[in-house]
């Protein structure tokens, strides 16, 4: 159980109050001790403590802030649900022996709903009511953790009858019979509780001692889609601070990334300036990856490249996060020592941050075309954003063996059927010579394969008619030469070298 109803605010020293519809519904330590109290209307509240900060609630932004705390707990169990009173109530028996014992996984769990800007209040029980009333008594003592069932018997008797809902209605009826605490409410005569207050009151204490069944809860389902918006009290006029918000938004994407088993291919992030009369567009940061990411790792660089070459469009008062793409995260390598740098994953990435930083033409990778004339059916262009590794049928990375690919693109399957080509083709062909009627590139060359007969292009003014050979020096090294059919005296050129 996860009480996250309170935050962080309600216990600063200063005096704060919470306001919905002209009325306080919420106030902390300092604002109670200057006489605001919930109920109290903002002229009363204004005139008793003219220094106390007024907030003007938004239940929108306080669901959205629950709803990353449930993200948070979904790394532990799937079991987690939204309970009343803005409680997470989890099945975590699964999970002790995994995270180190029920002291550890308390300690681990406040820790990453903290992150998400809540203070918790946890308590582990055999029984989901029995946590929920322990961390609601919990206030600022340490986490409670409960295991057997006589023990959590005797912490709840102790416990005051205020603490459940159902009991509030009679509250005044169980103080003039001095029933005080739950130990004294569940010795009473049922039939007589009954009459006097609801069944809804016995059902409850049944409920937190020993129920008859597992509780009937709506377990946390993360949205299909992410989107995030952060409304800035004060307009930021610096980068470094906005990408402070930015990344803030972004612990919230890796939250619903891991809890949805998925990866984000593209997202939009757009800085909202301002508004009314002077408003402006806002600005738009598209960030596409060639490789899909979820951790902080893989998009650290890349977003910081990006935001380093962004205009700066003036004062910003809202940032907005949203994921366009998305993919199923890709299996866990299955090799005992990967090592580092060798996945394809890993050259997509260094790809995204070299494109981040250079820009989208300064990357350049083998584009083929379908044409039968060498120099023009190898050409360099700007790489797409997924493009796909030699070896992988989507660019999704090794085959079950687990064999990385060598970091080059492959061309597209549409260009012509060919023979053997060289792994390095020269700009420009190099003219050769001849000695008694052999080619000569250091030596002379011994034809050993061919003739491949190319004659092409005589509608776009580049007119070629040759028959390519694979020739060897006297040091073994092979070349791909051809012999130009369209001269009146036969000549050679060398066009390619073998690796």
Same mark, same amino acid.
Request: glycine share 8%.
């Given at each position: 159980?996860?009480?996250?109803?309170?935050?962080?605010?309600?216990?600063?020293?200063?005096?704060?109050?919470?306001?919905?519809?002209?009325?306080?519904?919420?106030?902390?330590?300092?604002?109670?001790?200057?006489?605001?109290?919930?109920?109290?209307?903002?002229?009363?509240?204004?005139?008793?403590?003219?220094?106390?900060?007024?907030?003007?609630?938004?239940?929108?932004?306080?669901?959205?802030?629950?709803?990353?705390?449930?993200?948070?707990?979904? &790394?532990?169990?799937?079991?987690?649900?939204?309970?009343?009173?803005?409680?997470?109530?989890?099945?975590?028996?699964?999970?002790?022996?995994?995270?180190? !014992?029920?002291?550890?996984?308390?300690?681990?769990?406040?820790?990453?709903?903290?992150?998400?800007?809540?203070?918790?209040?946890?308590?582990?029980?055999?029984?989901?009511?029995?946590?929920?009333?322990?961390?609601?008594?919990? !206030?600022?003592?340490?986490?409670?953790?409960?295991?057997?069932?006589?023990?959590?018997?005797?912490?709840?008797?102790?416990?005051?009858?205020?603490?459940?809902?159902?009991?509030?209605?009679?509250?005044?009826?169980?103080?003039?019979?001095?029933?005080?605490?739950?130990?004294?409410?569940?010795?009473?005569?049922?039939?007589?509780?009954?009459?006097?207050?609801?069944?809804?009151?016995?059902?409850?204490?049944?409920?937190?001692?020993?129920?008859?069944?597992?509780?009937?809860?709506?377990?946390?389902?993360?949205?299909? %889609?992410?989107? &995030?918006?952060?409304?800035?009290?004060?307009?930021?006029?610096?980068?470094?601070?906005?990408?402070?918000?930015?990344?803030?938004?972004?612990?919230?994407?890796?939250?619903?990334?891991?809890?949805?088993?998925?990866?984000?291919?593209?997202?939009?992030?757009?800085?909202?300036?301002?508004?009314?009369?002077?408003? %402006?567009?806002?600005?738009?940061?598209?960030?596409?990856?060639?490789?899909?990411?979820?951790?902080?790792?893989?998009?650290?660089?890349?977003?910081?490249?990006?935001?380093?070459?962004?205009?700066?469009?003036?004062?910003?008062?809202?940032? %907005?996060?949203?994921?366009?793409?998305?993919?199923?995260?890709?299996?866990?390598?299955?090799?005992?020592?990967?090592?580092?740098?060798?996945?394809?994953?890993?050259?997509?990435?260094?790809?995204?941050?070299?494109?981040?930083?250079?820009?989208?033409?300064?990357?350049?990778?083998?584009?083929?075309?379908?044409?039968?004339?060498?120099?023009?059916?190898?050409?360099?262009?700007?790489?797409?954003?997924?493009?796909?590794?030699?070896?992988?049928?989507?660019?999704?990375?090794?085959?079950?063996?687990?064999?990385?690919?060598?970091?080059?693109?492959?061309?597209?399957?549409?260009?012509?059927?060919?023979?053997?080509?060289?792994?390095?083709?020269?700009?420009?062909?190099?003219?050769?010579?001849?000695?008694?009627?052999?080619?000569?590139? !250091?030596?002379?060359?011994?034809?050993?394969?061919?003739?491949?007969?190319?004659?092409?292009?005589?509608?776009?003014?580049?007119?070629?008619?040759?028959?390519?050979?694979?020739?060897?020096?006297?040091?073994?090294?092979?070349?791909?030469?051809?012999?130009?059919?369209?001269?009146?005296?036969?000549?050679?050129?060398?066009?390619?070298?073998?690796?």
């Amino acid at each position: 159980m996860l009480d996250a109803c309170r935050t962080r605010w309600l216990d600063e020293p200063h005096a704060w109050a919470l306001l919905e519809r002209d009325r306080v519904v919420a106030a902390n330590a300092g604002a109670r001790e200057l006489g605001v109290e919930p109920g109290l209307r903002r002229s009363g509240a204004d005139a008793l403590a003219p220094q106390a900060c007024l907030i003007e609630r938004d239940r929108r932004a306080e669901q959205a802030l629950f709803d990353q705390a449930a993200l948070a707990t979904l &790394a532990y169990t799937p079991y987690s649900a939204q309970y009343e009173d803005h409680t997470l109530l989890m099945e975590v028996q699964a999970s002790l022996r995994l995270f180190g !014992g029920p002291r550890r996984l308390l300690r681990r769990l406040q820790a990453d709903v903290a992150a998400c800007g809540v203070q918790a209040r946890a308590a582990m029980a055999p029984t989901a009511h029995g946590a929920w009333l322990l961390a609601r008594h919990a !206030g600022r003592r340490p986490a409670r953790h409960v295991l057997q069932r006589a023990t959590l018997a005797r912490r709840l008797d102790a416990l005051p009858c205020a603490l459940l809902p159902q009991a509030r209605a009679v509250q005044d009826w169980l103080e003039g019979i001095a029933c005080a605490n739950l130990g004294q409410l569940r010795r009473l005569p049922r039939a007589g509780l009954a009459r006097r207050s609801s069944p809804a009151l016995l059902h409850a204490l049944d409920q937190a001692y020993q129920p008859d069944g597992p509780p009937a809860l709506a377990w946390f389902v993360p949205p299909a %889609r992410y989107q &995030a918006r952060a409304e800035l009290i004060e307009r930021l006029e610096h980068l470094q601070a906005v990408q402070a918000v930015i990344e803030r938004l972004l612990q919230g994407l890796y939250r619903w990334l891991a809890a949805s088993r998925l990866a984000v291919r593209s997202l939009l992030i757009e800085l909202e300036h301002e508004r009314g009369r002077h408003a %402006r567009a806002p600005t738009t940061l598209h960030l596409a990856l060639a490789e899909p990411a979820w951790r902080h790792e893989h998009l650290q660089g890349p977003l910081q490249e990006h935001c380093s070459r962004l205009p700066w469009g003036g004062p910003v008062a809202g940032v %907005r996060l949203r994921t366009l793409e998305l993919a199923e995260q890709p299996a866990v390598c299955g090799q005992l020592f990967p090592e580092p740098g060798s996945a394809p994953a890993d050259y997509r990435r260094l790809l995204d941050l070299l494109r981040a930083r250079l820009g989208p033409e300064g990357v350049l990778g083998p584009q083929g075309r379908a044409d039968h004339r060498p120099e023009q059916a190898n050409l360099w262009g700007p790489l797409p954003p997924q493009a796909a590794l030699p070896g992988t049928a989507s660019g999704r990375g090794p085959g079950p063996a687990g064999a990385a690919a060598p970091p080059s693109l492959a061309f597209p399957a549409s260009l012509p059927a060919a023979g053997e080509r060289p792994f390095w083709l020269l700009a420009e062909p190099i003219p050769l010579a001849l000695h008694r009627h052999k080619p000569v590139y !250091g030596t002379p060359l011994t034809l050993l394969r061919g003739p491949e007969r190319i004659e092409s292009g005589w509608w776009s003014g580049h007119y070629v008619k040759r028959d390519y050979f694979i020739a060897q020096d006297a040091g073994a090294a092979r070349y791909w030469i051809f012999r130009e059919r369209r001269l009146e005296a036969a000549r050679w050129f060398l066009h390619g070298l073998f690796g």
